[in-house]
């Protein structure tokens, strides 16, 4: 059963002010309805006024995903009443778009590059949020906040051509660190990447699956409707065409209303604002360094292979971080960083940012003269990192590998131990002799157990079997 | 600021829905004069209702542009004035306020949609007052109350704080007693604003001077067609011979385009206003909903009791012109017709500098006659050409029919307000 996948991203624009008035969208600390204005509260009369940024910021978009954008494109109004919606309409655009056509370029479930094409990318504002309150059904009421009404969003949707859930994890991270890249967007937002999937089965009708938040929980949305729909098939349960809406917390896509689907939005050109006309614009806009680009110097520059290339350049914090600690040990930076920094940050939901630069390059100093072992130096690191989640001051490694005696004991000292180890083991010496496999591996475990890790495992091995040929 | 203008007329033709008995103002060309103001262009912190139920006690918290620009140049603004509900009617009687009275016959309607401003300009209340034009909503009223009124170029006065019926057509205008009335607040009023996105950036209107000799002027066949009142129309027809006879050329021109104007006007005003008028609520202003319903149910309690009967029947056909399987049959259809009407007046403004004949094409009528919706809208038929081409156009007494007035309309050529004003003032003090 073939899977095949469409995807449309709404991405809000980190412009400062909203799309159509001039208020700001800064509004994350403060109360709600206080950045609001009767442009974007709806009043009687008021206009709407396109902010120049906001297109700047989609064209630039349009020009790193190689779109071609058209000499003539238009803002319509999609009409349907709903609380959080003052104008019971959007300004959003519909048969002329911003942008048409453009590809974005990702990691093959097959290996190799796969080419995901874009149909289109067009400008919208997003609507107010409403706020449910109480409990109870006599309790139960909803408020409406109006600072997000009005913020700018580009809405992007791809071909249907991803085949896996995989596959449209690779395709978001690509978009969200290219997004990232060109500076039009702030990842740090909640809900500032929203995600809606089309999703079928070839031959079989295609679902809808809305309101994925979370960027990151398009997969389990898209693994769990791909479950469901195969189940159906094999069942021979007919498969509507529908729209679902995906319920983050329980992880599971449940049947919007059939009310919800029936929507005619009644389109037409906005009659407030003049066509855009801004293909022109498109040659100016200069490009920075995007995260294809950023891979392939990092492969040139620093030597490093194409899986660490492309994880650390994945995230502009982190190539930034990378480019910073890599100077002169790269060979030593890219798989700390990439393989275990990574892992510790992600496990601790820590952004890279909050990593001490001095510590951490100190940290790959000590790896680099080897006086330290692997295992030492990645108790190191959780304990800076801990002590930066604690909010302390992190210790300097150098300070922390003499207080906890952590240097790597190496020549005569682990002899010894070896030694003493391998008399106290009579029996396991014994095992091992009679070629017992595994022996050696409990002698080692003991020996490091002595050292409390401060010994290189492969060498303890060797100076084992060095001890027990004579 | 400061100074004080007492305005204490009593108001017998109903003009007004809110007046402000002490207005303040300034220093500048309108320095002292009393300007009555429709009552859907927002007021800040005078209440403003587009005639209608659903926006009772609705206070702008903001002015519209024209308001700033009225302020800035001293004016006393006495008030708001009467309309058909959201603008949607030619008679005034739409209004959620009752009938306003046509000065000239107080059984006829004024007029409309600013029925209103025109009375109130021609008793005597005021010298001038603002209007809004979508199909003829200035030029109408003027006509029937034997009054100047002046449609401007779409884009010469800014829209902001105009409360929107349908966009792409409407513009906000002067009414007036005579023409350099008129001249002198459309004067102030226009001009670029960078809040309105559809506002045009030309030079500032010229000073006024009557005009006349030496001009082309295009009869078009089709003003003087089937449904005009053959006495209005020779009454007009006279007046055209006033303006050859103070040195302008006549020319016989055709306007074919006029066939589908009625319906691309009402096709497109009906669709925009349904969309407009979705935001009336009652969440964050007018009638408050009853909070124990769920929404759509407060939605469509406060939608129906606080429209009348002619906006929600515009909204319903307006949705449906819109509707998925039918807007290729009625909105494409109704844009396509607009560009005809567009490519008419320019293939004939490149041969005539104005296009003249009859504002309306009867007089003022009775009160309570209009109840078939489509006779009214059949009215309008002279009128909406301009709004759909977005050129200006006026209406200046031209005698009466029935011992009731009737108006000449000119129509400019795009932002040519100037040469249309200084026709009409020719024309109105007979010296070329
Ligand atoms: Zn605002």
Known sequence: MTVIIGLEIHCQLNTKTKLFCGCSTDYRDDGPNTHVCPICLGLPGTLPVTNKQAVLYALKVAKALHCEVPAFSEFARKNYFYPDLPKAFQITQYDKPLAVGGYIEIEAESGGEKRVQLTRIHMEEDPGRLVHKGSGDRGRYTLVDYNRSGVPLIEIVTEPELSSPKEARRFLNKLRATLEYLGIYDPEREGSLRVDANISIKGYERVEVKNITSYKGVEKALTFEITRQKGMIRRNAPIVRETRHYQEARGVTTSARSKEEEHDYRYFPEPDLAPLEVSSWVPEIVLPELPDARRDRFMQQYGISQNHARTLTGDLKLAEFFEEVASDMPEIAAPWTADILLGELNYRDMPVTKVPVPHYIALLLEVKKGSV?????????????????????????????????????????????????????????????????????????????????????????????????? | MGSQYSFDHPDPHNAFITICHEAEYGEGPLSGIPVAVKDNISTA??????????????????????????????????????????????????????????????????????????????????????????????????????????????????????????????????????????????????????????????????????????????VPAEFFGEGVDPTVASVVQSGIDRLEGLGAEIISCSMPSMQYALAAYYVTSMSEASSNLG???????????????????????????????????????????????????????????????????????????????????????????????????????????????????????????????????????????????SAALAFEEGSA
């Open chain 1, 373 to 470: 072992t692997d295992t030492s130096a990645v108790e190191i690191l959780r304990l800076i990192l801990n002590q930066v989640i604690e909010e302390e001051k992190p210790e300097m490694p150098g300070e922390i590998i003499v207080r906890l005696g952590l240097s790597k004991e190496g020549g005569d000292s682990i002899v010894d131990t070896v030694a003493s180890v391998l008399k106290e083991h009579e029996a396991a010496v014994a095992d091992h002799r009679a070629g017992k496999a595994g022996a050696i591996n409990f002698l080692v475990g003991q020996v490091m157990k002595a050292t409390r890790g401060r010994a290189d495992p492969k060498e303890i091995a060797k100076i084992i079997t060095d001890l027990l040929k004579d």
């Open chain 2, 45 to 218: 912190g005078i209440e403003t209702t587009c005639g209608s139920n659903i926006l009772k006690g609705y206070i702008p918290p903001y002015d519209a542009h024209v308001i700033t620009l009225l302020r800035s140049a001293g004016a006393a603004i006495v008030g708001k004035t009467n309309m058909d509900e959201f603008g949607m009617g030619t008679t005034t009687e739409t209004s959620a306020f009752g009938p306003t009275l046509n000065p000239a016959d107080t059984t006829r309607a004024p007029g409309g949609s600013s029925g209103g401003s025109a009375a109130a300009v021609a008793s005597g209340m005021v010298h001038m007052a603002l209007g809004t034009d979508t199909g003829g909503s200035i030029r109408c009223p003027a006509s029937f109350c034997g009054i100047v009124g002046l449609k401007p170029t779409y884009g010469r006065v800014s829209r902001y704080g105009l409360i929107a019926y349908a966009n792409s057509m409407e513009q906000i205008g002067p009414l007036a007693g005579n023409v350099r009335d008129c001249a002198l607040l459309y004067s102030v009023i226009a001009g670029h604003d960078p809040r309105d996105g559809t506002s045009l950036d030309l030079p500032a209107p010229a000073p006024l001077k009557p005009e006349i000799a030496g001009k082309r002027i295009g």
């Open chain 2, 279 to 421: 935001r009336y609520d009652g969440v964050r202003f007018g009638m408050a909903p009853d909070f124990v319903r769920l929404w759509h149910d407060a939605y469509s309690h406060i939608r129906k009791t606080g429209f009348g009967e002619e906006v929600r029947r515009r909204i319903l056909l307006g949705s449906f012109a819109l509707s998925a399987g039918y807007k290729g049959k009625y909105y494409a259809k109704a844009q396509a017709a607009r560009q005809m009407v567009r490519n008419d007046f320019a293939r004939l403004f490149e041969t005539v500098d104005m296009l003249a004949g009859p504002t309306m094409p009867c007089v003022a009528l009775p009160l309570g006659e209009t109840s078939n919706p489509l006779s009214m809208y059949l009215a309008d038929i002279l009128t909406v050409p301009a709004n759909l081409a977005g050129v200006p156009a006026l209406s200046v007494p031209c005698g009466t029919a029935h011992t009731l007035p009737v108006g000449l309309q000119l129509i400019g050529k795009h932002g040519a307000e100037d040469e249309i004003l």
